[in-house]
């Protein structure tokens, strides 16, 4: 286990995650090292585990901002150290998977991440899509003391802003921090189709087009949350709520 300090070069990017804590579970050391390297020079505290009984008990003991976790561990996979490390306390995930295999990529939403990269990946997009969970999270704890008119109701979807809670049918649904936001974003505009670009935009404050399919992926696991006909596809553009008839 391994502890990298943060950059004290005084620059503008070193600053941007100083006194952050993250978490980076990966059995290959090449790719821990470029992943500590990349964060410890935009200002985080990194520690890593190479299996899932190390993450685990690492997460525990160190209380993480954000986890960075492979899915393929020795120990046990990441897909159980997510689930063990979220009933601990609530942490925004990356999932990183060696296969574009979008079942692996639901199972990891289904299981409490918020967003995941294929490998081979960028260190740049990935230090950026960091810095984006990391916002998304403070966001959410702005948003949930600010006062808000209530609850919006979209016939039998409830959204509660202030908690950042879902009901169905009076029914509480968990959702992600990601998969709120999203679905939030499809509720300022009910019935108005946002392509997906708006979408990656808005929600992971990603303008890149080539992150289109990690809407795609969160777009199927909202629909097996709150109803599938809840969500209307345009192809070839992108998405957008239904709601009942006035």
């Given amino acids: 286990m391994e502890q990298t300090q943060t950059s004290h070069n005084g620059s503008a990017t070193a600053t941007q995650g100083a006194q952050r804590r993250v978490l980076v579970v990966e059995d290959d050391q090449t790719i821990v090292d470029a992943i500590a390297t990349r964060l410890r ?52 995930v990356m999932m990183l998977t060696a296969r574009d ?38 966001r959410a704890v702005v948003a949930a003391s ?20 879902v009901r169905v049918r009076s029914e509480d649904v968990h959702l992600t921090p990601t998969e709120f936001d999203l679905l939030v974003c499809l509720a300022n505009t009910p019935r108005a189709v946002l392509s997906r670009e708006q979408l990656l935009a808005e929600v992971w404050d990603w303008a890149d087009a080539s992150g289109t399919r990690t809407v795609d992926s969160h777009i199927k696991a909202l629909r097996r949350k709150i109803g599938a006909e809840r969500i209307r596809t345009v192809h070839g553009v992108g998405y957008a709520l239904e709601t009942p008839n006035p």
């Fill in 146 to 165: 600010t006062p808000r008119s209530g609850i919006l109701r979209l016939g039998e979807l409830e959204i509660d802003h202030a908690q950042r809670r």
């Fill in 41 to 92: 020079a935009e200002g985080f505290l990194v520690q890593t585990a190479g299996d899932g009984p190390a993450a685990v008990d690492t997460a525990e003991a160190w209380q993480p901002d954000l986890l960075i976790l492979d899915i393929m561990l020795p120990g046990f996979d990441g897909l159980e150290v997510c689930r063990r490390v979220q009933a601990q306390r609530p942490v925004p």
């Fill in 101 to 138: 295999d979008e079942t692996d990529m639901l199972v990891g939403l289904g299981v409490g991440a918020d967003d995941y990269m294929t490998k081979p990946f960028s260190m740049r997009e990935l230090a950026a899509r960091v810095h984006v969970l990391l916002r998304r999270v403070e």
